[in-house]
């Protein structure tokens, strides 16, 4: 269909046509201006009548009799902003979990009246607000403008008496800081089944026994109704108390991962903030801490501060990126020594040398990469790499090809200790020409099928903007299903060439030990098989360093369910460090301990030195 009929509209310049109904312009106008058109001009604000930085907003046109109002900047209200609020300020013992959000209960108790016809005290009025923490802040500060006795803070389903005052003096500022005596107790943990059980107002009559009980206690609650004090004389002060059910703000949950919403006001919100499960965090509950096989972002993202130059960065920060250096030196130093010796002619005359110049080049495409990843990483966190399509493209390539190469790496030294195998099992049978041939075939299909096994994460992967946050986020998303499937082949690609490997070294040493008996049988097979250890404890020393290295990261997948909290990453990081020493080790573990492959690094090294001074005579 094509549009002929021209749309004309005639609102003010400095306003906003939103349409046209009946000839006539719809027009969103400007603060200072009203009427159909936008035209006619508010005098109300010309000079600022409001007070301590307020913003003046002309009255509406529904309502003459409000001329303005002012919009008070934090600290101050009033209808000038000519008076203050009341700073409080919240500080966390170090025992105590540093929640991402938290509520703040006000509660003003009303004066009892002194009438015969009043004999009941009113209920307490209560005010929530919200008050958000960012990751590198372990205290918050809020301004509030009413009347309040007490101050309870509730995160994590917990409820703190943080302030409690007799009389309420205004414009006051308070410190206060939230320590484990102050958490209010459920009667989930005070009382008994039978004592639970009872009915509401039955049970009423039992709530001296805590306070006179608990000598600590200072606080204790019932879920759904009251809130109890502990006197000094150790008697209960309960008040009617507003549980918040649920969190949905108004129907739209922006909140991932089944994180709850909340809005500071349901009628109008001005800011929201997500209440996450264990094990999910973020500010939407984007990240989740659960499985084997964290990335990198999971545990260090919000420990890099964004905005702020590297001098300025957490400890934890500086610590991993002189780490990350450290492994680069030593993997391009491992790689390139690994590669000279075995990329010599003998060497590579046998499938397992195949394996091993595979595994070296790997390994240094590993440590690469891995140090690409970190950098990457602290740059964007920083804001110094903003680019939408850069970032995309490495939040979908980055972690498979390093889940990957790490994998690739185990899978190829569990070849080596299979080939060592059949070379002995074979004996004078076993066809070198046909061993290196088949280790050709092995290491394409072990690349192409380790890659077709983590296809599962790129297709999983977007990126999230956080404008609250300043931050750009890679995040992963599975279904339940795709979740098991990702957690079996983590531990399939990290065990079973573990495994391989260590029966291998025992099975071949065995082997030899069988076979030397038969031919020597003036010796007993003990005598063989401990010769045999002895002389090839270099291959089970190597399986069992392996096997070394992977027990505490294994331990802390399974034993920890998952990172409660990334303000404490220490130990994930270390697990997750730990995941990449392999890669650094080949030589250590293959050339040092053989004395053929010692030999070959001998004289390959001897050759290079020669070629160079050639070339420099030369010249």
Request: proline share 4%.
């Amino acid at each position: 269909m094509l549009c002929t009929i021209e749309n004309s509209c005639d609102c003010s310049s400095d306003s906003i046509c939103i349409g046209v109904v009946n000839n006539r312009s719809i027009c969103v106008c400007p603060l200072d201006k009203f009427g159909p058109r936008c035209y006619l001009k508010r005098t109300a604000c010309i000079s600022n009548l409001c007070s301590n930085n307020g913003r003046c907003i002309p009255g509406g046109e529904k309502n003459l009799e409000i001329e303005y109002f002012c919009l008070c900047s934090q600290g101050y209200m009033g209808s000038r902003c000519e008076h203050l609020e009341t700073k409080i300020e919240f500080h966390f013992s170090k025992t105590i979990f540093i929640p991402q959000t938290i509520f703040i209960h006000f509660v003003y108790i009303p004066p009892t009246p002194g009438t015969l016809l009043k004999p009941l005290p009113p209920d307490p009025t209560q005010i929530t607000m919200m008050s958000k923490l960012k990751f590198h802040e372990s205290s918050t500060v809020v301004y509030y403008g009413g009347s309040f006795h007490l101050i309870f803070v509730e995160f994590q389903q917990q409820y703190y008496l943080a302030l409690l005052q007799h009389n309420f003096t205004l414009a006051m500022n308070f410190s206060t800081t939230i320590i484990p005596e102050h958490r209010c107790l459920s009667i989930e943990d005070l009382f008994t089944d039978d004592i639970r059980t009872l009915p509401r107002w039955h049970r009423v009559k039992k709530y001296y026994i805590p306070c006179q009980k608990h000598s600590n206690l200072t606080c204790f609650y019932d879920n759904d109704y009251f809130m109890c004090l502990c006197d000094i004389d150790r008697y209960p002060n309960c008040f009617k108390f507003d549980y918040p059910s649920t969190y949905n703000c108004l129907g739209y949950n922006y909140c991932e991962n089944n994180g709850q919403c909340f809005q500071d006001n349901n009628t109008c919100p001005t800011s929201s903030a997500c209440l996450c499960k264990e094990c999910y965090y973020g500010s939407r509950c984007q990240f989740t801490t659960i499985g084997f096989g964290l990335s990198l972002d999971d545990i260090l993202g919000y420990n890099i501060w964004p905005n702020m130059s590297f001098s300025r960065q957490p400890t934890v920060v500086k610590v991993t990126t002189a780490f990350t250096i450290l492994m680069f030196v030593i993997a391009i130093i491992n790689g390139v020594l690994s590669v000279i010796t075995f990329r010599t002619k003998r060497s590579l005359g046998i499938g397992s040398g195949v394996h091993l110049l595979a595994s070296s080049i790997t390994s240094l495409l590993t440590m690469t990469l891995f140090t690409l990843k970190f950098f990457l990483l602290v740059f964007s966190q920083m804001s110094i790499i903003t680019n939408y399509s850069f970032l995309l493209l490495h939040c979908i390539c980055t972690d498979i090809l390093l889940k990957a190469f790490l994998a690739i790496g185990e899978w190829l030294n569990a070849c080596v200790s299979i080939e060592q195998i059949f070379t002995i099992q074979l004996g004078t049978k076993f066809n070198r020409i046909s061993s290196k041939k088949a280790a050709k075939r092995v290491i394409f299909g072990l690349y192409l099928f380790i890659l077709a096994s983590f296809l599962h994460d790129p297709l999983n992967r977007y990126l999230l903007e956080d404008p609250e946050e300043q931050r750009t986020w890679c995040i992963v998303r599975y279904s339940s299903s795709i979740r098991r499937y990702a957690s079996f082949i983590n531990f399939f690609h990290f065990l079973l060439p573990l495994c391989i490997n260590f029966i291998c070294a025992l099975f071949m040493i065995v082997l030899i030990a069988r076979r030397k008996s038969k031919t020597n049988q003036e010796e007993t097979y003990k005598k063989h098989l401990s010769k045999q250890f002895r002389r090839h404890k270099h291959r089970l020393l190597s399986s069992f360093i392996l096997v070394i290295i992977a027990i505490p990261r294994l331990i802390i997948s399974l034993v920890s369910t998952c990172m409660k909290s990334a303000r404490n990453p220490w130990l994930y990081l270390t697990a997750y460090f730990i995941s990449f020493i392999p890669p650094l080790l080949l030589f250590i573990l293959f050339v040092l301990p053989s004395e053929f492959y010692k030999k070959e690094f001998s004289e390959a090294t001897i050759r290079i030195i020669r070629t160079i001074r050639n070339q420099f005579r030369c010249e």
